[in-house]
T-cell receptor, first 117, second 114 residues
């Protein structure tokens, strides 16, 4: 069974450019999460989709970030225009929606390392 | 609001020595606790989790952690480490009964030397 897949693995862009990160969750997982780790600090929650709906986007830094999950399958996270402080590793995770919380586990992708220069 | 503090950013240790990675959390409500590991060039992998019940939790690769409610701690231990345990370890919490929106600590880099 394929795990959570993220594209690209690395991206280097100039300040002011646009970048789109993609996440393919595990098949059948309705929950999809985006997290970000900036330069050795803690991994921070960005947002949570349940199918195609945004359940919680309280962690999105500002309106330069736009996340979508059309059709409830893969998700994209676009940064436009990118700033230097957006550099970091962006993780995606997915999990099933089950009635017993103890059965859930969030599976993480390898992350996309974004460098804005 | 919840927060997680990992007290050591780096822990060097010799192979076959015991290790403890410390984690303290802050929360006004009940939480679930997790340890994740990230090996080089890989994603985060769940090591173990505490949801309820026995405060000593055993995970994969010989790791275990003990939940201490009075000290609000969830330290990770292994009695004898291997070179292959070299990785970054993250402690995380989430609110009991909620979605698994995780709040992470800053991570601890474990370096196992021969």
């Amino acid at each position: 069974e394929a795990g959570v897949t993220q594209f690209p693995s690395h991206s280097v862009i100039e300040k002011g450019q646009t970048v789109t990160l993609r996440c393919d969750p595990i098949s059948g997982h309705d929950n999809l999460y985006w997290y970000r780790r900036v330069m050795g600090k803690e991994i921070k929650f960005l947002l949570h989709f349940v199918k195609e709906s945004k359940q919680d986007e309280s962690g999105m830094p500002n309106n330069r970030f736009l996340a979508e999950r059309t059709g409830g399958t893969y998700s994209t996270l676009k940064v436009q225009p990118a700033e230097l402080e957006d550099s970091g590793v962006y993780f995606c995770a997915s999990s099933q929606v089950v009635t017993a919380w103890a059965d859930t586990e969030a599976f993480f992708g390898q992350g996309t390392r974004l460098t804005v220069v | 609001a919840q927060s997680v503090t990992q007290l050591d950013s780096q822990v060097p240790v010799f192979e076959e020595a015991p290790v403890e990675l410390r984690c303290n959390y802050s929360s006004s409500v009940s939480v679930y606790l997790f340890w994740y590991v990230q090996y080089p060039n890989q994603g985060l992998q769940l090591l173990l989790k505490y949801l309820s019940g026995s405060t000593l939790v055993k995970g994969i690769n010989g790791f275990e952690a003990e939940f201490n409610k009075s000290q609000t701690s969830f330290h990770l231990r292994k009695p004898s480490v291997h070179i292959s345990d070299t990785a970054e370890y993250f402690c995380a919490v989430t609110i009991s009964g909620g979605y698994n929106k995780l709040i992470f600590g800053a991570g601890t880099r474990l370096a196992v030397h021969p």
